[in-house]
């Protein structure tokens, strides 16, 4: 079973730091699509940032040279360190991950970790 747990949310002045991280569990990220996506009040689910197993990552125009998304294999956690961070990153922040288990991939989410910068 594989479980997938968020925390480093938290309120947050604008210009400042935060930093989440996503912890799996029942999988290791040898195949793997680990994500952050995040869902503001009243918008649809938008993907922040992603890092395949591969090596690559891609962000959200928004958060290009604020966030960076990074992985620790060793402990099966992401995380997403984000910087200078304005209002409008103010969302529920998820992580998910992606996983190739023999001829299938399992997609897992976590419950979600809340971010709120002030102005």
């Known amino acids: 079973q594989v479980q997938v747990v968020e925390s480093g949310g938290g309120l947050v002045q604008a210009g400042g730091s935060l930093r989440l991280s996503c912890a799996a569990s029942?999988?290791?990220?040898?195949?793997?699509?680990m994500a952050w996506y995040r869902q503001a009040t009243g918008t649809q689910r938008e993907l922040v940032a992603q890092?395949?197993?591969?090596?690559?990552?891609k962000y959200l125009d928004s958060v290009k040279g604020r966030f960076i998304i990074s992985t620790d294999n060793a402990k099966n956690t992401v995380y997403l360190q984000m910087t200078n961070l304005k209002p409008e990153d103010t969302a529920l922040y998820y992580c998910?991950?992606?996983?190739?288990?023999?001829?299938?991939?399992?997609?897992?989410w976590g419950q979600g970790t809340q971010v709120t910068v002030s102005s």
């Open positions: 890092a395949t197993s591969g090596g690559s990552t």
């Open positions: 998910n991950i992606k996983t190739l288990f023999g001829p299938s991939w399992g997609d897992y």
């Open positions: 029942g999988t290791t990220f040898s195949t793997s699509i």
